[in-house]
């Protein structure tokens, strides 16, 4: 059928935006005040380690900022400690 869009054409698409699909690893990271400066510095820790993002989502939460990163790496763990050791907190990192 054309021009009607169903429930499922939206969380398809939805899941194609937020890179659910892709390979590599996704890790969510807590940033405790909303300010800029979080997001580039881990981007740069990233890029120095030579890890590609391929989807970044952010979320607000109860004053907080979470980060949804998927990145092109299959090493979740050494990821979340590139991030951790520039002190955000990594809620979880899992390999997709």
Known sequence: MLGIITD????????????????GSRLFIEINEDKPGP???I???LRE?????????????DGKVQ??????STEPDEVADFIAQKGYRVISAMKK
């Open 8 to 23: 499922k054409d939206i969380f398809d698409a939805f899941i194609e935006i937020s890179g659910y699909n892709t390979p």
């Open 39 to 41: 997001l580039e510095e």
């Open 43 to 45: 981007s740069n820790v």
């Open 49 to 61: 380690n030579n890890v590609n993002v391929s989807t970044i989502s952010v979320f607000h939460r």
């Open 67 to 72: 980060v949804v990163l998927h990145v092109d």
